[in-house]
């Protein structure tokens, strides 16, 4: 959560942020970091705060920078199998469908790197080539767990044999 609320008392502006629960004022910040202008303070903060947006899990990242994330994912996967653009833009659409469905909400869906701040794979996602050469994605519908048949029990004894 960022909350900034700006002061104007005379000829100086005051500012609290509320940065991740931590109440920051230009105050506090001047005691904590010594001499320096607000200005270039609340800069540093506010871009370390979105430096470190990225660096969640991919279930705590908010929409838009998931949105982010997929559109880098998107144009990797087009330079590494040359995709053409209108089969990138049919990848993006099906990634942002599937996104508002909430089947890329899962951390288990879709593989982050939270170091390098980027999507190594997105599971279910499967591509296959028509016949007019075009690359078509999709996703693959997740099967129900196999169950094994109950074993009928044996009637009769031990050592009976089958009757003819």
Request: net charge positive.
């Amino acid at each position: 959560m960022r909350v900034l609320k700006l002061f104007l008392v005379g000829s100086k502006v005051w500012f609290t942020i509320i940065l991740d629960r931590k109440i920051m004022s230009s105050k506090t910040m001047k005691r904590e970091t010594g001499a320096g202008s607000g200005n270039d303070q609340l800069d540093k903060i506010l871009e370390g705060g979105v430096n470190d947006a990225y660096k969640r899990p991919w279930h705590r990242l908010e929409r838009g920078l998931r949105l982010n994330r997929i559109r880098a994912f998107v144009n990797e996967e087009a330079t590494r199998i040359n995709l053409s653009e209108v089969e990138s833009m049919q990848l993006l659409a099906l990634l942002q469908k599937s996104l508002e469905k909430k089947i890329l909400n899962s951390k288990t869906t879709v593989i982050y790197d939270q170091d390098e701040e980027k999507i190594k794979e997105i599971k279910g996602l499967v591509s296959h080539r028509e016949s007019d050469g075009q690359l078509k994605y999709k996703f693959v519908e997740k099967r129900s767990a196999v169950t094994l048949r109950r074993k009928r029990p044996v009637t009769g004894g031990a050592g009976t044999a089958p009757e003819n």
